[in-house]
């Protein structure tokens, strides 16, 4: 079983800046997919970045540009740096891993709210 857990979320005003991370445990198997999802009220869950354990990433097109997807395998950590918050980035951001015998791990979730 892996548990993930995220920090980081918080009120921010549009344009400001928040960095989650997300700490992953348990049995872990080195070749993984780490991640952030995010779903907003009476919305579906979405993709919002993604991260190999070689480092290859995917960015939904409402992130390019603005967010940055990073990990430390050393530490099974995974983070989210985002830039330009916008009011529309407002949702509940959960940490994704995927690993490659197909078990699929969620965190709790962490809020982000962008408003002035």
């Known amino acids: 079983q892996v548990q993930l857990v995220e920090s980081g979320g918080g009120l921010v005003q549009p344009g400001g800046s928040l960095r989650l991370s997300c700490a992953a445990s348990?049995?872990?198997?080195?070749?993984?997919?780490m991640g952030w999802y995010r779903q907003a009220p009476g919305k579906e869950r979405e993709l919002v970045a993604t991260?190999?354990?070689?480092?290859?990433?995917n960015y939904a097109d409402s992130a390019k540009g603005r967010f940055t997807v990073s990990r430390d395998n050393a530490k099974n950590m995974v983070y989210l740096q985002m830039n330009s918050l916008k009011p529309e980035d407002t949702a509940r951001y959960y940490c994704?891993?995927?690993?490659?015998?197909?078990?699929?791990?969620w965190g709790q979730g962490t809020q982000v709210t962008v408003s002035s």
């Open positions: 991260i190999t354990s070689t480092s290859s990433t």
């Open positions: 994704n891993l995927a690993d490659w015998r197909g078990g699929v791990y």
């Open positions: 348990g049995t872990i198997f080195r070749i993984n997919t």
